[in-house]
């Protein structure tokens, strides 16, 4: 019998790959590229399956061109690269690969958070540059992080997961959700209104998934609401934050800084954005281990298999 035919837009961990060749007939670009709107449809038009990732714009033109498939599994959390509509109409198992990154993603996210207030950055270049000259009282002073307030916009697993994190820190926690959330024993978590999160946090980490909703959600008027000693992290979607807004209030130290994991243009980034001593600016890095990475491609697998065989799907989307 015919193997079904699997078309992955980008290579995978290697680990993930070897378990690829004894079940499917695969597609794949060996140059590690992002494949072109043209390379996407080839792709589409010939595959059973599809592993893409959130780099990936799966729109209409893309999906009318299949003609066998059966599932998309995004290699990713989030899944608004996908035109979920046309999907459906056209009888497409959609999946994504939650809970497994979220450590990964809540860690990256003290990683700026911590980058960014303790200079870490600048202070790498200083060195490596050759301009240290020795320590020095007032030298690259930052700002404390242990007993600060912490507020987080989108409380689901990242979200609680970086506040996990805040206990040892001795931090209070503010949040802005959908939902109320338990605390854990001993520690507080205090739900208020965005405006609220905004005016009391000294350090803002968002955490909510790219909808019609929550594009811009960070603007000028938000950013006006911090406090000018605040840092703003983003570790969710780019278009979570009006960047040029970002842009105006760092330049005007509205607010004090930010550590940014994810653009709105991305993977464009404004030259001015990078100038900017202020920022620490990280190549969308957030599920970038190695272990998290390979469990995200065997998830995609588990899914792909599942669909396939005509099985309960175990993370399905649509």
């Not at 450590?103 to 303790?118: C, I, K, N, P, Q």
Request: a neutral charge; charged letters at 15%.
């Amino acid at each position: 019998m015919d193997r079904p035919t699997l078309y992955i837009t980008r290579l995978l961990p290697q680990a993930v790959m070897n378990a690829i060749p004894q079940h499917y007939r695969v597609l794949a670009d060996s140059t590690d590229r992002p494949a072109t709107a043209h390379e996407l449809g080839h792709g589409f038009s010939q595959a059973d399956a599809v592993i893409c990732t959130l780099a990936d714009r799966i729109d209409v033109s893309i999906l009318s061109q299949a003609t066998k498939l059966k599932i998309v599994a995004n290699y990713a959390v989030g899944y608004n690269n996908i035109d979920l509509s046309t999907a459906a109409q056209r009888g497409f198992i959609v999946t994504n690969t939650p809970d497994v990154l979220t450590d990964a993603t809540a860690d990256l996210t003290w990683s700026l958070l911590l980058g960014v207030a303790r200079r870490v950055a600048e202070g790498d270049a200083l060195v490596r540059t050759g301009h240290w000259t020795g320590w020095a009282p007032t030298q690259m002073l930052g700002t404390d992080v242990t007993g600060k307030t912490l507020g987080i916009v989108g409380m689901g697993r990242i979200g609680q997961a970086v506040a996990y994190r805040a206990t040892g820190f001795r931090m209070s926690v503010l949040y802005a959700g959908r939902h109320a959330v338990s605390s854990p024993p001993g520690v507080s978590w205090t739900r208020q209104p965005l405006d609220t999160v905004l005016t009391h946090s000294d350090y803002l980490s968002l955490h909510v998934p790219l909808t019609d909703t929550t594009r811009h959600l960070i603007g000028q008027r938000e950013l006006a609401l911090m406090k000018p000693t605040a840092f703003l992290i983003n570790t969710s979607r780019g278009p979570v934050i009006d960047e040029s807004a970002l842009l105006a209030a760092l330049e005007a130290g509205t607010i004090a800084g930010a550590g940014l994991d994810v653009y709105e243009h991305e993977p464009a980034v404004s030259p001015a954005l990078s100038s900017l001593p202020n920022v620490v600016l990280l190549p969308h890095l957030g599920s970038a281990t190695l272990e998290t990475r390979v469990r995200m491609g065997l998830i995609c697998l588990e899914n792909i298999a599942a669909a396939l065989e005509g099985r309960s799907v175990p993370h399905r989307v649509i």
